[in-house]
């Protein structure tokens, strides 16, 4: 009997204690619940980062949320309208172009005026330094003289088509500077919006853990937990905030790169926006890619414009060894003069020079050897160019395959990390496991987040370099 009533009180310690532990138990936070409110408007203090399917970037936290929205497109439009190297290509074209008209020049004519003046002893000569008449008169003329060109049999016809050419290459150049622009505009844009997803996983990661260790500390408090477990979970909070610290540094920094790719010093931030539809599927073969590559690749077609003013060059440098025909003309008036030396007032003429190169130390010959050579060498290049181009655009078609693949490993994994959290949340709350289990399963869910938002940002980043390399940029 005596017992019995000693034991009466232990039961009744032992049921008050167990109903203390379902009333602390129901305020854990409820891993289904969590994933509920993720996908609801307003993000919850306990709640995980959402996948990417969910648009993370579009609904960005309050750190990102007073920024200006900007999408991809826009990122491109503005780096292409505000990056020095878009202008700088752009001036270099327009500087070749003039190089075109320097070299036409020489096939119109050339029209030159003078007034000339002279106080001299009369009718001296110079007796040294010239082969010129050298008799000195005083006297005041002016005049003009033309020159035209007749022919020099194709050498400055080569000359402007050369010029032309290059004109043309430096125009595929600024093509190839502004898909370079474009290029590193998407990669600045996915890498902070990849990073900034990551923030967003990262505080919510901080704000679960805060939840679950202030919980932990109750039911510590309350003799039902061990200090082994209050240990774990703030070791757990201690991580995460950790993990964002590293987040928001990363972020950061993928927000100074993305103004430098847009042409600003400012450190602006900017509410990045992803384009909610799914991503684009990869092409299925990369040799359609690579036909793409080879027919519209703007440094290709530049080399290769490039090597074609060469060819027109060497012709023009064997031109030289041919004569050039010219005519010359000359009108004009002295009425200022001696009489008995300037006999009318006015004086003209006109006449055609032909000029036959015979020999200069043999820098003709050179010179045209040397523009066969680089011609010869410019091939080479587009060769190399070519074959470096088809590497590019299969390597990058490999890269995106493998990320198109990597999202649905990915966006698996993250739902069985999330399965596990719900067994492990239950099975702690019930007392069938300890907090390491659920520590466990809370950091996979985490690096589950964090892989599935990369996979998603990396393809994006993956098809850009693939539209780059198959040259259809803007």
Known sequence: MGKGIAFLPLCLVLCLADVRAQEIARNLPDAPQMRLAVQSPGPMPNSPAPPPSTNTAATPSAAVADGEAMTRQQAEQLALKNNPRISVAALTALAQKQVVRETRSAELPNLNGNI????????????????D?????????????????????????????????????????????REDIALAADFAFYRALEAQATLEVAKSTVNARQSVGDQVDALTASKLRSTLDQSFAQVNLSQAKLLQLDSQNQYDAAMVSLNEVLGTTDDTRYQLIDDPSPPAPVAPSADAV????????????????NHDADVRFARAQHDQLLPTVSGLGV?????????????????????????????????????????????????????????????????????????????????????????ALDLADTRYRLGLSSIVELSQAQLQQTQAQIEDVNARFDYEADLATLRFQSGSQP
């Open 116 to 131: 000339t003046g002279v106080d001299a002893e009369e009718a001296s000569r110079i007796s040294t330094g010239s082969l």
């Open 133 to 177: 008449a050298s008799r000195l008169l005083y006297h005041v003329g002016a005049g003009v003289t033309l020159s035209q060109l007749i022919t020099d049999f194709g050498r400055i016809r080569n000359l402007v088509a050369s010029s032309n050419l290059q004109a043309k290459a430096a125009d595929q150049d600024a093509q190839a500077s």
């Open 290 to 305: 690579v036909a793409l590559a080879l027919q519209q690749r703007p440094d290709l077609l530049a080399l290769k414009l």
């Open 331 to 419: 009108v004009g008036a002295t009425p200022v003069g001696g009489s008995e030396y300037f006999i009318t007032n006015w004086y003209g003429a006109a006449g055609v020079n032909i000029g036959i190169p015979i020999f200069n130390g043999f820098k003709f010959h050179a010179e045209a050897s040397e523009a066969s050579l680089r011609a010869q060498a410019s091939d080479e290049q587009s060769r190399a160019l070519t074959d470096r181009i088809v590497r590019d655009v299969r390597t990058a078609w490999l890269a995106s395959n493998t990320a198109q693949q990597r999202m649905s490993v990915t966006s698996e994994l993250l739902r069985e990390a999330n399965t």
